[in-house]
């Protein structure tokens, strides 16, 4: 049988799983469904036991798909929605509540009484991240405020808290390691850059107890083993670990320093690899870890948009414009623009550059002659204008404009959408034959941290799809790049 790596990507709608062999060859692929839970406006959760027994079945109809057997499995990767928050039993390991998604917004008072407190300065300089919902601090200090005596039980060692990524690695491993790597840790609000260690000034600010952290691991190597399984044997290495941004990032090999990409899921994410520098944002961006390979580690710069393809299962789901996701390009094509109508993305609130929680979506432009071609399109238009903002406050930070953009996630495969991103950036969109770079990434690291590639080898074996290029003027760009931020301003003044 074929030696292979079983890489699991952890999304915010579903668990996909993929058998990658030693060529990068995808042999079996199966993706199930986690449901969301929307206990209040604001508040997106998910079920832990959801999560991991989507794992499991997504894990064993790929290996089915690829016709493999578990004990030709060299290694599993893991990259995981990255700011998502569980906490769970240490003896049980059951969770002690639903895991708190990164889109909850739950926390934004508790976010600006921290402000209130002065120490969003210290908590930018320390981490690279901002005071916002989105990350995993504040959700970590919710629970413990909230949950009949989880303090207690915390305080007292008795609860794990763990990204997705750690949950997994608990689970796959029978419960004997609780760990989390650099990149993942790196969004916690609690875990410094420098020292790339949790930071004890950090945790007092958020009364988070040290019992409960993970243990912090580089992004390739085995940290772990599989136990007590029944789709893998006893003593698979879990060898490679990413938040799945960072993952994209190396699955798009962007090894070197000023190489950049967009990955288009729920949420639209721009990276770029800043190399061993800890880049520090001045317009609007974060800092964080990319990972940590062979004692190396790498740091990005990223932009974070919440609404992407969300809009579009917006159209589908709360207007019932399309029944697919797959029918807005056809939509919005049949329209040459959007009809002077701009839809501004802000349906959970506003990331980089604003980090407006309180912003909502907007549509601006109405009139008698709008149609659903036309909101289709101006919804398309909307998720190019962010990300362009987040190139433009990206090139700034740099010194110099981002050469090219290499995109990935399911929103990439629409043309339309990809046109439009290279017309209003106003560079080249590359997109690879595998757009699904973010599970293809922690298959990469992991083979990496059991020897079966090298990084070298890795930059080698991802090929290009399509390049598309430019094709409006500066003049035109700059009108509908100004329409655009108008409206913003319009939603958050």
């Known amino acids: 049988m074929a030696k292979f790596v079983l890489a699991l990507d952890e999304g915010t709608t579903a668990s996909t799983a993929l058998v990658v062999l030693p060529d990068l060859t995808v042999a079996g692929r199966a993706s199930n469904e986690i449901p969301q839970i929307y206990p209040a406006p604001g508040m997106v959760e998910h079920s832990p036991d959801a999560i991991w027994e989507a794992t499991m079945t997504s894990a064993r109809q790929a290996m089915a798909a690829a016709g493999v057997d578990g004990r030709d499995c060299v290694a599993i990767g893991i990259t995981n929605q990255r700011e998502t928050t569980i906490l769970w039993d240490r003896k049980t390991g059951e969770p002690r509540y639903n895991a708190v998604v990164w889109q909850d917004r739950r926390t934004a008072g508790l976010c600006e009484e921290l402000k209130a407190q002065g120490l969003e300065a210290m908590v930018r300089e320390r981490t690279g991240l901002v005071l916002d919902p989105y990350f995993s601090g504040t959700k970590v200090r919710w629970l413990l405020d909230n949950v009949a005596s989880l303090r207690q039980?915390?305080?007292?060692?008795?609860?794990?808290?763990?990204?997705?990524?750690?949950?997994?690695?608990?689970?796959?491993?029978?419960?004997?390691?609780?760990?989390?790597?650099?990149?993942?840790?790196?969004?916690?609000?609690?875990?410094?850059?420098?020292?790339?260690?949790?930071?004890?000034?950090?945790?007092?600010?958020?009364?988070?107890?040290?019992?409960?952290?993970?243990?912090?691991?580089?992004?390739?190597?085995?940290?772990?083993?599989?136990?007590?399984?029944?789709?893998?044997?006893?003593?698979?290495?879990?060898?490679?670990?990413?938040?799945?941004?960072?993952?994209?990032?190396?699955?798009?090999?962007?090894?070197?320093?000023?190489?950049?990409?967009?990955?288009?899921?729920?949420?639209?994410?721009?990276?770029?690899?800043?190399?061993?520098?800890?880049?520090?944002?001045?317009?609007?961006?974060?800092?964080?870890?990319?990972?940590?390979?062979?004692?190396?580690?790498?740091?990005?710069?990223?932009?974070?948009?919440?609404?992407?393809?969300?809009?579009?299962?917006?159209l589908r789901d709360g207007l019932g414009l399309i029944r697919k996701a797959a029918e807005v390009e056809a939509l919005a094509a049949s329209v040459p623009d959007s009809g002077g109508v701009v839809f501004v993305p802000a349906l959970a609130g506003l990331g980089a550059p604003y980090w407006r929680p309180d912003a909502r979506g907007a549509v601006f432009g109405?009139?008698?002659?709008?149609?659903?071609?036309?909101?289709?399109?101006?919804?398309?238009?909307?998720?190019?204008?962010?990300?362009?903002?987040?190139?433009?406050?990206?090139?700034?930070?740099?010194?110099?404009?981002?050469?090219?953009?290499r995109v990935d996630g399911g929103a990439c495969a629409n043309n339309l959408l990809m046109q439009m991103q290279a017309d209003v950036a106003g560079i080249p969109v590359v997109r690879p034959q595998n757009v699904e770079t973010t599970a293809m990434g922690a298959a990469m690291l992991a083979g990496l941290g059991v020897g079966l590639w090298d990084l070298a080898l890795l930059s080698q074996m991802v090929a290009i799809d399509r390049v598309f290029s430019p094709n409006t003027s500066e003049a035109e760009r700059g009108r509908l790049v100004r329409g655009y931020r108008d409206a913003v301003r319009r939603v958050i003044s």
């Open 366 to 405: 109405i009139s008698r002659g709008t149609t659903a071609a036309h909101l289709a399109r101006a919804v398309l238009d909307g998720i190019a204008f962010e990300v362009a903002d987040l190139v433009d406050a990206m090139g700034k930070d740099l010194g110099s404009a981002v050469a090219e953009l």
């Open 153 to 314: 039980d915390a305080e007292a060692g008795k609860v794990c808290f763990g990204t997705v990524d750690s949950f997994l690695i608990w689970r796959l491993s029978g419960g004997k390691a609780h760990t989390s790597d650099v990149s993942n840790a790196s969004r916690t609000l609690l875990f410094s850059l420098e020292t790339l260690q949790f930071d004890e000034d950090l945790l007092d600010a958020l009364k988070v107890p040290r019992a409960v952290l993970p243990e912090v691991v580089p992004s390739a190597g085995v940290v772990a083993r599989t136990a007590g399984l029944s789709f893998l044997p006893d003593g698979v290495p879990i060898a490679g670990v990413a938040g799945d941004q960072q993952a994209a990032l190396f699955g798009q090999t962007c090894f070197a320093a000023g190489q950049s990409k967009c990955t288009y899921g729920t949420g639209a994410f721009l990276l770029v690899n800043t190399g061993p520098v800890i880049a520090r944002s001045r317009h609007g961006l974060l800092s964080t870890v990319a990972w940590k390979v062979q004692d190396q580690t790498c740091y990005a710069i990223e932009g974070s948009a919440f609404i992407a393809g969300a809009a579009v299962q917006w």
